[in-house]
């Protein structure tokens, strides 16, 4: 059972202004990107659940959370259909995040109050989206649509919160184009947790990656 509602999590997300986001199937060293993470001042880690077994990962990493990483809020991505959301949401995931617009996952994540994030790459499907009870619309891919999209949607809809996923890097002039556009938060995984930083075991690196970027995505919002 999820530990957070769906409003909990997405004021942490307006709060934080970031999501991680990694897979890996080794459980010790998903342990360790947990922490590096969360000693850096993430508050919320997105699994993307695109592996066999994945399941199993997540399980374990989220006990693990729950036991050593006081207020850190797991939730699961790459979520395609509502048994799939359901079966996460047995273990323990505080948010669902989909790649498309599916509205049998809104239903099963509205009925249990866990924030869900569709990926939508239209009005029309955010306005849906909005409709069945999105707290924030998910941009993806997001190099795809760009900043412009985002500053274009919220100039007749301010009220719509977007988090894009895919083209965020933690380059300044980057991340000064999207929270400029109005973004609520940002989803990063490769650019943030890259693959040499996982090869090499580099938690250190990755923990001051994490401060770093979200130190630098509080002084773009003042």
């Known amino acids: 059972m999820a530990q957070y509602t769906r409003i909990q999590v997405a004021n942490v997300m307006r709060e934080t202004g970031m999501v991680p986001l990694f897979y890996h199937p080794d459980v010790e060293l998903g342990k360790k990107v947990l922490k590096a993470c969360y000693k850096g001042g993430a508050r919320l880690i997105e699994f993307t659940a695109r592996g066999d077994f994945a399941f199993e990962v997540f399980s374990q990493l989220n006990k693990y959370a729950l036991e050593e990483l006081p207020g850190l809020i797991m939730g699961v991505g790459s979520i395609t259909d509502a048994a799939a959301a359901s079966f996460y949401l047995q273990m323990g995931a505080n948010f669902i995040v989909t790649p498309s617009m599916r509205e049998d996952i809104a239903i099963v994540c509205n009925r249990r109050k866990v924030l869900w994030s569709p990926g939508c ?48 890097s933690t380059d300044k002039a980057n991340l000064k184009a999207w929270f400029d556009a109005g973004v609520v938060c940002v989803g990063m995984g490769s650019k943030l947790i890259s693959k040499e930083i996982l090869a090499n075991k580099d938690f250190i690196s990755l923990e001051k990656r994490v401060s770093s970027t979200l130190a630098l995505i509080a002084e773009l919002r003042n």
Do not use: H
């Open 121 to 168: 790459g239209s009005l029309t499907e955010i306005n849906r989206a909005e409709e069945m009870g999105c707290e924030i619309i998910k941009l993806f891919p997001g190099d795809i649509y760009g900043p412009g999209f985002v500053k274009a949607i919220r100039g007749p809809q301010p009220w719509t919160s977007i988090m894009p996923t895919g083209g965020v």
